[in-house]
């Protein structure tokens, strides 16, 4: 099962623009992070928030938490086409497995 | 930099046949995870390993999947018979921390298994 509904499914942008991706949740968490994945390929981890974080810079990546609604989100500022990927975010639970439950992805395609 | 090995990246099988992948995680990661992505969806855990013990399997499908870490490093997942609908990414992870909270983790390159 998949906790996350990450909107919008797919997004299109012109290289520069700014691209944002939301992502909402069910259940409580002890932190939301987001991971990158190329064509084909493994993903790759951006950024890690934790439940009591609001804000979370790093490079071209802000994201923002807020527990009270259940959602993230995740802009990419200045965005080139090497940023065409898909994003998924994926939350830890407050559990004894240190699972995560990822969504079903953003797929971003930014043209150069 | 480390990274986790896999292998094979691609197999091509026929079904009813079995199937082996292999990983190696980053040399000091104590908890391991096998995935498994459908096209177009998140991955979905199938196997969790804390050093050489599963502490989740929930979501594997024990009548033809199977998983070991026998030493606490490496892993094997395996199926047997394939089925058409097991066509997907097959990924490895390894995370330092243990299984207390959940950690940033390290995903393989993957294996692309096609069932035919």
């Known amino acids: 099962s998949q906790q996350g509904e990450e909107d919008p499914q797919a997004l299109s942008i012109q290289e520069g623009e700014n691209a944002t991706m939301n992502c909402s949740y069910k259940?409580?968490?002890?932190?939301l992070q987001w991971y990158r994945q190329n064509s084909g390929r493994g993903l790759v981890h951006l950024i890690l928030i934790r439940s009591n974080e609001r804000e979370k810079h790093s490079g071209r990546l802000r994201v923002t938490l807020d527990t009270s609604k259940k959602s993230s989100s995740l802009l990419i500022t200045a965005s080139r086409a090497a940023d065409t990927a898909s994003y998924f975010c994926a939350t830890g639970r407050s559990s004894n497995t240190g699972k995560l439950i990822f969504g079903q992805g953003t797929t971003l395609q930014v043209k150069p | 930099e480390a990274e986790v090995a896999q292998s094979p990246r691609y197999k091509i099988t026929e079904k009813s046949q079995a199937v082996a992948f292999w990983c190696d995680p980053i040399?000091?990661?104590?908890?391991l995870y096998w995935y498994r992505q459908i096209l177009g969806q998140g991955p979905e855990l199938l196997v969790q390993?804390?050093?050489?013990?599963?502490?989740?399997d929930s979501q594997l499908p024990k009548d033809r999947f199977s998983a070991e870490r026998l030493k606490g490093v490496d892993s094997t997942l395996k199926i047997q018979p394939a089925e058409l609908g097991d066509s997907a990414m097959y990924l490895c992870a390894s995370s330092l921390e243990s299984q207390v909270r959940s950690d940033t983790q390290y995903f393989g390159p993957g294996t692309r298994l096609t069932v035919l």
């Open positions: 040399s000091g990661h104590a908890t």
């Open positions: 390993f804390q050093d050489e013990s599963v502490v989740d």
């Open positions: 259940t409580s968490i002890n932190n």
